[in-house]
């Protein structure tokens, strides 16, 4: 496989794509699968017009994946945009399908990443950046998912702990973008409590409506990032506040902790504080450490850092910071964060400005340009915090 020639030939696929009138992030997508599927075909079938070969497969894999993300969105608008309280009020094939793809035979890794590709419309992209692996690597996830499961029937579903880990990444994707992807979650995970007796699920379904219930006051009218502390309370909906906090007493009275209860037990404590400073970041420290048990997750450590900062100072929050990777993502926004917290500006300033440079979106990137720009525009203010 002469991967010189693959790299020279993916622009200009690309560029065919894009004439045909596929919107660049989806070409790149397409493109990117048929390298995988020629990586996987051409040393034992090679092409005789290998650009022709690249155009064609890649125009399928563009279509098919509009194919699916039009049907995905026409399941969408079935709902209204805010999910409603209560059980489900019926069920339709989707859950079905996210139990199948989760099947056994795939490792519980592929099982996701294939269900979100498949099912739930994210693109490779989105779910290589909800897994912190390259792109590349990603797509030959799922690609050797689809060849795993292209034989095998389909009468044996997987089980709800990868079902469930599908439904968060695919809230998670809509939380920090698409509302409606956030709302099809919430739904489809209220119709998996309504049939499944699990703490877990509980948890999870908690965990959506705490979280979904600040969504009204997470952007400005000018569409910027509004970062927690600064939210205006009044716009939470409170009535999704005191549904997810009993959804979630009713879980942790089961005594079977689990990463979502331990999770949206941290998202009920900010939505208890009447005000930021009156949070109790002592419990939620506690809370990520219970987390951190649960799931060994560097971002758990990461976010937890953030809470030894509030609780016990900036200098301790950066103490714990020293002990996590500097290449995880978001590290160094939190390190401009609490320098910052620690009154200094210079630092916080510069910091802001590399972390900008690597938010993994447009409005997420102004916010830290924002920042940035604010502490440089300050006169120098260290140890005025």
Known sequence: MDEVLLRSLTP????????????FAAAEDAVQDALVEAVRVWPSDP???????????????????????ASRRRREDLVDQEPPPGPAPGVDDTLRLYFLCA???????????????????????????????????????????????????????????????????????????????????????RQLAAGVDHPEVAGLLALMLL??????????????????????RGRWDKGMISEGVVVLQA???????????????????HADAPTAEETDWPQIVEWYDELAGLTDSPVVR???????????GPRAGLAALAALDASLPRHTAVAAYLHERDGDPETAARLY???????????ERDHLTRRAARLRARPNARGSC
């Open 302 to 312: 990461l976010n937890r850092a953030v809470a030894v900062g509030e609780a016990d």
């Open 47 to 69: 092409p005789r017009d290998a650009k022709g070969w690249l155009v064609t497969v890649a125009w399928r894999r563009f279509l098919d994946a509009t194919r699916a993300d």
């Open 211 to 232: 979280h979904h219930a600040r969504r009204a006051a997470r952007t400005a009218d000018d569409g910027a990032l509004v970062p927690l502390a600064e939210q205006d």
């Open 353 to 363: 400005a590399e972390a900008a440079l690597k938010a993994p979106n447009l409005a």
């Open 103 to 189: 099947h056994p035979s795939l490792t519980p890794s592929s099982a996701v990443a294939l269900t979100l590709r498949a099912v739930g419309g994210l693109t490779t992209r989105q779910i290589a950046r909800a897994y912190l692996v390259p792109e590349a690597t990603m797509a030959q996830r799922i690609s050797r998912a689809k060849r795993t499961v292209s034989g095998v029937r389909f009468d044996r579903p997987g089980d709800v702990a990868t079902v469930l880990r599908v439904l968060y990444l695919v809230f998670n994707e809509g939380y920090s973008g698409d509302v409606d992807l956030a709302a099809e979650a919430i739904r489809l995970t």
């Open 12 to 23: 200009g696929v690309l560029a065919v794509l894009v004439r045909r009138g596929a919107d």
């Open 251 to 269: 879980a942790l009275a089961r005594d079977r902790l689990g990463e979502f209860q331990a999770q949206a037990a941290i998202a009920a404590l």
